[in-house]
Structure formats: structure tokens, C-alpha cells
DNA sequence: TTGGGTGCAAACTATTTGCATTCGA
DNA sequence: TCGAATGCAAATAGTTTGCACCCAA
């Protein structure tokens, strides 16, 4: 049980300056949920979310989990990372980056925006405006 | 709607001939279905495919539609592009290349792989092997 | 013939939604 | 107080699977 404060790299208030600061009220689950995610940079699928915010007792439903991380990212808190067909991750970290995807373990790495770029941005098709570059490298278990 | 009219862009012949040559039977509904995808590149989710190839009447099952989808992407004769949260597309153009997404169509177009290009790989994660790079430039209806 | 391929429907999984209840400001 | 947020369960949607039947080689 102590282990759970111990470890706090944002403590609730910081969380609760953050989501006001966003224009997101501040209700307990959704504190709950951001305490999660702002711990560390992560990548999390609403399911894993789910399991860790109801680790210890059931905090949290999951309609509402999903609710509160669709919310995240429409608010700019999280950003969503589509690489898997089966499930969407949620990347706490906000900062320009890209990613590693290993196809086999099905886990996401960080690449940092520095290691990779585009040589050039295309012209977009007309009538569009840019939303985001995402660049997704697909690993697998290298073979030998 | 789309006309289904074939062209004859790929004679029944050449699809049977492409779908031996990557170790693929070929069964009259993966003729169907290749004769579809192969006419021209395009993106086509599983739903649409199976619209299209049964349009006139029912020809292929959802589940036939499915497995050969897999199969055919397994084979390399098409690409799964995942973007869209909901689905994945089949591109049937299988050429080094990338896409822009137009999050509000949900409509996937091709980027010439001479327009954009990484100026770097990043090192890989250790003991894994490259097996693709895919970039997605999501963009949005214009405001104005 | 005969094992791979197919169809059908049921099963699954991630995600969404409707609605009554509860909570935050 | 009062509208916003939540919980629960049922509803969706895309995809997969089990199994009997059928067809390509």
C-alpha cells in the first residue's frame, strides 16, 4: 500500500491544474485516470487503463474509461496511436514523436523526433489542411 | 455508388496467373475478389469489398471475404493500411508508398514514395528487424 | 478421392450508447 | 440546486471461429 504514494511522480493537485487547465472538470475518476497516464510517458490501451485504475478496488466503469480517454485526446492531454487493428493506445506523451510498433509483442516505443523526419511535406489535396504526421516503423522479432 | 462494370482492366486469366505465382489456389471467389482489387489501386475496407463482389448477386461470404483478405495480405499481394480505428483498408497498390487520411471522409489517397521519404532510420530496437515503415499525414476538411 | 476452401451462423472483442443515478461547483 | 458526469447493461460493428459441405487438383 505504500508503494502506491511513494512513487507518485505527479501529485493530485499537479494532475488537477493540469485537466483545469484544459478546460476538462476535474471528477475523481477522470483524476484517477490522468494520475495513471501523467506518471510517466506510456503507451496504454483503454483496456490496461481500465485494469490498472480497478487494480487494487473497482474505481472506475469502463464505459466511463473509455468516455474520459476519448476526452483526453480530443483535449490535447493524450494522443491517440492507430497501429493495431485490435485496439487503440493512448500515448501520454504529448511531444512531437514517432513510433516502433513490434507486430509480434504487440508493444509501442518511442522514436524520438529528432531520429526521424520527413524529408519534405507533400502538398496536401486541396481543400485540406494538415492534422499530423504519424510515422510508424514495423518491427518483429529479428531472426537469425 | 461505384459501377462495377469491369473493363477488363485484368483479364480472369492474369488474376489466376498473379494468384499462382504467389502460392495462392485459385478458387473461383478469390478470383472474385482479386479481380476487384487488382482492376486498379485503390483502398477498399472488407465491407466494401464485400458489397462490391456481390453486388449483382451473392457470389462470396463475409467469411470467404475476411480469410481471403488475410490470406491475400499474408501473400503480399495487398497491403493492410490501419488508420481508421474502426477498420482496416486493403491497398491494392502494392508499391513503396504512403497515404494522407482525411480523418472526416474517413478516405485514404496515395503519397508518391518519391514525395516523401525519412531522412533517417533510427536504430531499431535491439533484436528486432524492420518489416515496414508506414506514414499517415492525417488532414481535415479546410476551414474557411 | 480428398484435403483445402467455403458458407453460415454463432462467438468475440473493442467501443459506444441509453438512461437512471450521483456528484461537483 | 442542477446540469454534467458516471455506472451499468444492452447495443454496435468489425472480425474470427467451428463445423458440415463442396470443389480444385
Redesign the interface.
Known sequence: MEKVTETQAVTREAVIERLKASGVTPTQQRVEIAQILFARPQHLSADQVLAIVNAEAPVVSKATVYNTLGLFAEKGLVR?V????A??FYDSNTSSHHH?F??DTGTL?D??AG????????D??S?????????????????R
Not at 489542411?129 to 531472426?143: L, P, S
Open positions: 491517440e492507430i497501429v493495431d487493428p485496439k487503440v516502433f513490434n507486430v516505443m522514436i524520438d531520429q526521424v523526419e520527413l524529408n519534405a511535406m507533400p496536401l489535396p481543400g485540406t489542411v494538415a492534422e499530423g504526421v504519424d510515422i510508424v516503423i514495423r518491427v518483429r522479432e529479428g531472426e
